[in-house]
């Protein structure tokens, strides 16, 4: 019988590497850090106050324009002009900026300011914002960056299961290959394609089962084919395929095994 291996203690750099190593991490990572940055490079010019309109009391007075400005900011073609303005309330004199799109308004134009009455700090002139962009500009972005969490949590996920594995106690068995699939995909240059590789294995008189979907060169795939199977020995539908860790934690594997077989 197969005897039961336990490694407790594994060195944290290896946990870090294996814990984010893979394919689906790396495309995970690049759609959320390049939807961040562009998330944080708008972001100051990002109208947050817009709701407050809408949900608490709002005053209108006529205001001064004092300045207008180009900004850097643009949306489909049309650069955003920010207007500086003053107005008043209760005989103090409030002043006061907000963006849009319009170039008829111009310095020395008296306009309708809108403001809060609880908080005169917030406020625009009719028509305009208090950020060059809507939040609503950038919703799309923050779907990338769900999709990029949700596509590095799964593989994470499973790679913590892993890890709970190699500490309660693990078999590392035989495995067969029962099919094998290539997936049409769309490559790119030197790309390379994805396979659903189909094993089986055997505990106590029990055959299982374990897919793996994994994007792989052809040295890869004829070095996993003949992988072997790291199996849970509390739950033996629970399995992962050797040869498709990372170098250094197969082999880190390989060798604490073997040391506690001795």
Same mark, same amino acid.
């Given at each position: 019988?197969? /005897?039961?291996?336990?490694?407790?203690?594994?060195? $944290?750099?290896?946990?870090? +590497? =294996?814990?984010?190593?893979?394919?689906?991490? =790396?495309?995970?990572?690049?759609?959320?850090?390049?939807?961040?940055?562009?998330?944080?490079?708008?972001?100051?010019?990002? !109208?947050?106050? #817009?709701?407050?309109?809408?949900?608490?009391?709002?005053?209108? %007075?006529?205001?001064?324009?004092?300045?207008?400005?180009? =900004?850097?900011?643009?949306?489909?073609?049309?650069? %955003?002009?920010?207007?500086?303005?003053? $107005?008043?309330?209760? #005989?103090?004199?409030?002043?006061?900026?907000? *963006?849009?799109?319009?170039?008829?308004?111009?310095?020395?134009?008296?306009?309708?300011?809108? *403001?809060?009455?609880? #908080?005169?700090?917030?406020?625009? &002139?009719?028509? =305009?914002?208090?950020? @060059?962009?809507?939040? !609503?500009?950038?919703?799309?972005?923050?779907?990338?960056?769900?999709?990029?969490?949700?596509? &590095?949590?799964?593989?994470? *996920?499973? +790679?913590? /299961? $892993? $890890? /709970?594995?190699?500490?309660?106690?693990?078999?590392?068995?035989? @495995?067969?290959?029962?099919?094998?699939?290539?997936?049409?995909?769309?490559?790119?240059?030197?790309?390379?394609?994805?396979?659903?590789?189909?094993?089986?294995?055997?505990?106590?008189?029990?055959?299982?089962? +374990?897919?793996? *979907?994994? &994007?792989?060169?052809?040295?890869?795939?004829?070095?996993?084919?003949?992988?072997?199977?790291?199996?849970?020995?509390?739950?033996?539908?629970? %399995?992962?395929?050797?040869?498709?860790?990372?170098?250094?934690?197969?082999?880190?594997?390989?060798?604490?095994?073997?040391?506690?077989?001795?």
């Amino acid at each position: 019988m197969q /005897k039961v291996k336990q490694l407790n203690k594994i060195p $944290f750099g290896l946990k870090v +590497k =294996t814990l984010f190593s893979g394919k689906l991490i =790396t495309i995970g990572l690049f759609m959320l850090s390049v939807s961040m940055i562009i998330l944080m490079a708008f972001l100051p010019d990002v !109208d947050f106050q #817009d709701s407050k309109y809408d949900a608490e009391s709002v005053s209108e %007075a006529k205001g001064l324009v004092l300045a207008v400005q180009e =900004t850097n900011s643009s949306l489909n073609g049309r650069r %955003a002009l920010k207007y500086e303005y003053e $107005f008043y309330q209760e #005989d103090r004199s409030v002043k006061g900026e907000s *963006y849009g799109y319009e170039e008829s308004i111009g310095v020395g134009d008296t306009v309708a300011v809108e *403001y809060l009455k609880d #908080d005169s700090g917030i406020s625009r &002139i009719v028509g =305009t914002k208090n950020g @060059a962009f809507g939040i !609503d500009s950038f919703s799309f972005l923050f779907v990338f960056v769900v999709l990029g969490l949700a596509v &590095i949590g799964i593989p994470i *996920y499973k +790679k913590v /299961k $892993f $890890f /709970k594995m190699l500490k309660s106690g693990f078999k590392i068995l035989p @495995a067969k290959i029962q099919s094998e699939m290539r997936i049409p995909s769309f490559q790119i240059g030197k790309s390379k394609p994805i396979y659903r590789l189909k094993y089986s294995y055997e505990v106590s008189g029990s055959i299982y089962t +374990k897919e793996l *979907y994994a &994007i792989l060169d052809e040295y890869s795939i004829n070095r996993i084919r003949m992988s072997a199977m790291l199996v849970d020995s509390h739950n033996h539908t629970q %399995a992962v395929v050797l040869e498709n860790l990372p170098i250094r934690m197969r082999g880190y594997i390989v060798e604490k095994s073997a040391i506690g077989a001795n």
